[in-house]
């Protein structure tokens, strides 16, 4: 079965920089999460779209922006990165049907040097 | 409001021993909760989930939990544990009052010793 697809795996990036997260949720599913879990913490949640627009806010900083594309892959935008924002990102998608039940991908692990 | 509270950050057994981890939630609604699995630098398995039908909920690799709502806990249990247990667990509650996102606890870390 298809599962949730994050692109890249692991991204190296330097301060000040910018990175681009991409999640591909499982075929008709219309809600994505994305997550962040920094080094041993429990994973945070940062931001959700559903059909294509923005449905809950966490802490998530001005930093970063993301959006829903009309074939419902998310992008994550970080800007001017910061060694904090080094951290493993997950994204998962769920869908109206059985929405209590959402499935992770394997994460993008950000390093900030 | 939701959340989840694990009150143990670390557990350590002897292999063949049972586990046992705690977890306790607040929720207004009816709640699902899940627990998830997390290998060192992998990402999250789910291992089980309460979604309001039977309080016992097997999971897999051998876990369970019982969902107690005049407890309001959702402790993971395992008869006899595995090195391969070896892992950190959380505790998740979904937030049934919004937008159905996560919202973890702060992990146990399993030390299974030989």
């Known amino acids: 079965a298809a599962g949730v697809i994050q692109s890249p795996r692991h991204l190296i990036k330097e301060k000040r920089e910018t990175a681009t997260l991409k999640c591909y949720p499982i075929?008709?599913?219309?809600?994505v999460y994305w997550y962040q879990q920094g080094p041993g913490q429990d994973p945070q949640f940062l931001i959700s779209?559903?059909?294509?627009?923005?449905?809950d806010k966490g802490s998530i900083p001005d930093r970063f922006s993301a959006q829903q594309f009309s074939d419902y892959h998310s992008e994550l935008n970080m800007s001017s990165l910061e060694l904090g924002d080094s951290a493993l990102y997950f994204c998962?998608?769920?869908?109206?049907?059985?929405?209590?039940?959402?499935?992770f991908g394997q994460g993008t692990r950000l390093t900030v040097v | 409001a939701q959340s989840v509270t694990q009150l143990d950050s670390h557990v350590s057994v002897s292999e063949g021993t049972p586990v046992l981890l705690r977890c306790n939630y607040s929720?207004?609604?009816?709640?699902?909760l899940f627990w998830y699995v997390q290998h060192p630098n992998k990402g999250l398995q789910l291992l089980l989930k309460?979604?309001?039908?039977?309080?016992l909920v097997k999971g897999i690799n051998g876990f369970e939990a019982e969902f107690k709502k005049s407890e309001t806990s959702f402790h993971l249990t395992k008869p006899s544990a595995h090195m391969s247990d070896a892992a950190e667990y959380f505790c998740?509650?979904?937030?049934?009052?919004?937008?159905?996102?996560?919202?973890f606890g702060t992990g146990t870390r399993l030390k299974v010793l030989a």
């Open positions: 309460y979604t309001s039908a039977a309080t």
């Open positions: 929720s207004s609604y009816s709640p699902s």
């Open positions: 998740v509650v979904s937030d049934r009052s919004g937008t159905y996102k996560y919202i």
């Open positions: 998962a998608s769920s869908s109206l049907i059985e929405r209590d039940e959402a499935f």
């Open positions: 779209f559903y059909e294509k627009m923005q449905s």
């Open positions: 075929p008709r599913h219309d809600t």
